[in-house]
């Protein structure tokens, strides 16, 4: 079907799929570091620290603390991820 308005939107697409591989391109030069694993394992050691239970003030706020490191840890991973996809099929369509 003949859209009327498509001359609005040309190229915007396009201009998605630079910014997205851009984007990709920027998470995996920073997942390319050497400091990144080290940060990595740092938020890791950091969410698997024991809940401090001395007073429920304490545990509430090392259970934030803990919750905090482990979704930043799985958010960067699911940013490498999704910028390793992003690359692979823009390589794959050419």
Do not use: C, Q
């Not at 201009?15 to 940060?39: I, M």
């Amino acid at each position: 079907m003949n859209n009327p308005f498509r001359r609005f939107f040309e190229g915007d697409e396009e201009k998605a799929v630079a910014t997205s591989l851009d984007n990709a391109h920027e998470v995996l030069a920073f997942a390319g570091t050497a400091y990144f694993e080290k940060f990595m394992a740092y938020l890791e050691a950091e969410g698997d620290r024991p809940l401090d239970t001395a007073d429920p003030t304490a545990m509430i706020k090392s259970a934030a603390r803990i919750n905090a490191f482990k979704e930043i840890r799985t958010y960067l991973r699911r940013k490498a991820k999704a910028a390793v996809e992003v690359i692979e099929r823009e390589n794959d369509n050419g």
